[in-house]
Every structure is written in C-alpha cells, then in structure tokens.
C-alpha cells in the first residue's frame, strides 16, 4: 500500500506554518539545529553535490556582525530572532564530490565550467535550503527566511575569500502567534501548473 | 506543547525516501498533483511572489517534444516515467505582487530591476520546487529531480516568449526500489554548518 503524511505533519511544515516575524524569548537548543539538518542533508541535489553551508548567528557579536547588512525592514526581527542562519552557495563543492560521488569522475564536469558550477551551487544550495526551512518545522520550530540584505557584506564578514557566498536567510526560534497577520493567498494550480 | 512530526512521515518526506530512475507503470493520477500543489504551494516565498510556473509532461506528444533536450544519461529514465514536471521561473511574476501581496507597492521593487527580478524568480521557484517535491513524497509518490537537459530548447518548446525560463526537472511517478543503487553519503552538521 502507498505510504502517506499524516495530515497534522502536513499542517506542520505546509499548511498551518507561518513566517515569522516577532519572536518568543525560548531558546533554541542547539540539539535541534542538528536534528533539522539530519533531516534536510537527506533531500536530493544534483550528484549529492550537496554545496549548502549554514552559519548559525547566534550570539550577540554575531548578531552585531550581521546587523550593518540587514535591510531596514529586516533590522529588528533578525536581532531579536534567537537564531539567524545564512543559508550559503559553496562554489568549490565539486571538490567533495570524489567522496559524495565516486561512481564518476563528476569532479572534472565543474573544476573547469565556472558558469556550471556557480549556477550548481545556486540551485543546489537553494534547493537545500528549502528542505531545511522545512525540517526546521518539523522540529517543531519557527521560521522567518528572508533575502533582504546586503550579500556582500555578510559575505566579507562571515565568508572571507571569496568561495562561498550567501543565498538567504533564515530567523529561527518560537514564533509569537499574536503578532502574525493573516495569510496571503496563494495560487491555485489553474494558476500556476498545467498539463501537457 | 510544542508540536511535532511524526517519525513515519519525517521518514517519508527526507531519510527513506530516494532518488528514482526506474518506474513502474502505474499511473499518476491528476488528483495527487493537485495535492501536492495545494501543499507546496504553502511555503513561503519572498513577498509572497510565488514565481514558480510548472509544466507538467505527459502525453506521449509532450514527451516527445521534452525528448531532444534530455542529456543522454536522462532520456530513457525521463521518456519512462508517468509524468515529467517542468519546473520553471516567471520572470513577471511580479505582475501578481498586486494581489499577492497588497501590503506595499512590492510590484514597483522589480519592475525596473530586471537583476533583482531575475534572481528573486530564480530563488523562489527554487524554494517552491523544493516544496514541491517534498509534498510529491507526502502523498505517496516517488520523484526523480535532475538538471541535465538543454533548458533553451525547453524553453523554446513550452515557454515560448523569452518570459518563464525553466529551472530544473523532477521525474514523477511510482518508483521500482529494484532499481536503485546504494544511498550516497551526507554531509555531516560540523562539514556543512558551523554555529557562531
């Protein structure tokens, strides 16, 4: 027999989870951020590439070192957020893939093809980034990504060298449901999808 | 009390689940589809901009137009499965900011910003069809999620206009575990991840 989601994990991660923008002060215990990357390191990228990197922003001088890239909008929930995570493109991932993938020499396809790597690491990464927001929810936490801020700045400040790059960003912790507004709509399939 | 999900569902959303190349022939019907979509369609994108845009192959017509643009390790995994999905960017999604989101005038933001348009579609249909995919899991079927194929020639054939670019390919149907090879390995929390 085919295999199901029960109806209230998918009211957890899609259909009653919301972004979040003001925040409880709960804590969020370490042991979850792992426990939420166990699970999203299973989704699927292109040959395992898997080329996402997260900084956890956790501590008040990390947040300090985020705040001069947030965009206005952004400033307050992201300081107040218990945990931001950037969400980053590894554009040297290709140099894992002898391990992740070693049924091909699928390292030699992107060492050579910067434009193929980049746009790899981009989707990937994104891709990556979409399942863990989604077993951040699974955990049982909130989230509030964003892309609202200053790449180049949190790249200089938390990754030097230009390797890797930011994506997005992440607020994590314990929602305050009585600062949510209401949902916005969203498309229906007629909409969006169509069968050919 | 903090909610969770279940482990029967976590397993099939991220660790059970794989990547299929071989299908059974059992069908995929339209209502799952529109399941999956009603799910995926939950999770948040910027501003509400929800730029994803999917075709969804599968006539033999269809199939035979996506076939010349399949790389040769992609074709005959691609032209068996039930349904392929197109997974694609609206480069005007902003056009539906309007109703999307009537909070700002967010339409104004991307108009005339075509590098700012063409990166927030990009992102976002990828987030979407990362939330896609995993919804495809939760109500039972199997994906098979690629990037190898020429995307100006899909382009050509089913987006015609030059305005919605595709992005990447999932492969959808009931998959034949006989088929599948050994897991590759994940990264680990302290290789991708650090806290800070």
Redesign the interface.
């Known amino acids: 027999m085919?295999?199901?989601?029960?109806e209230?994990?998918?009211d957890?991660?899609?259909?009653q989870?919301r972004?979040h923008s003001g925040w409880t002060d709960r804590p969020v215990p370490?042991s979850l951020?792992?426990q939420a990357?166990?699970?999203?390191?299973?989704?699927?990228t292109?040959v395992?590439c898997?080329p996402?990197?997260?900084?956890?922003?956790?501590?008040p001088a990390?947040k300090e070192r985020l705040k001069p890239a947030l965009a206005p909008g952004n400033l307050d929930k992201t300081m107040a957020a218990p945990v931001t995570a950037i969400i980053a493109d590894d554009g040297a991932f290709f140099e894992?893939l002898p391990?992740?993938?070693p049924h091909a020499d699928a390292r030699a396809w992107f060492v050579n093809n910067a434009a193929l790597a980049a746009s790899?690491a981009?989707?990937n990464s994104?891709?990556?980034?979409?399942?863990f927001?989604?077993?951040l929810?699974?955990?049982?936490l909130d989230?509030g990504?964003?892309?609202?801020f200053d790449q180049a700045k949190v790249d200089a400040e938390?990754f030097p060298g230009g390797v890797v790059k930011s994506?997005?960003l992440i607020n994590i912790g314990?929602g305050d449901p009585a600062t949510l507004h209401p949902r916005?709509?969203?498309?229906d399939?007629d909409e969006?999808?169509?069968?050919?």
Chains 1, 2 share one sequence.
């Open positions: 085919t295999q199901v989601a029960d209230r994990s998918l957890l991660l899609f259909r989870a972004t370490e951020l792992r990357w166990d699970l999203a390191r299973m989704g699927p292109s395992n898997q996402v990197r997260i900084v956890f922003v956790r501590s990390a894992k391990s992740l993938f790899t981009h989707r994104t891709l990556q980034g979409a399942y927001l989604l077993a929810r699974a955990v049982g989230c990504p964003m892309s609202g938390f994506n997005f314990y916005g709509p969203r498309l399939f969006a999808c169509r069968i050919e």
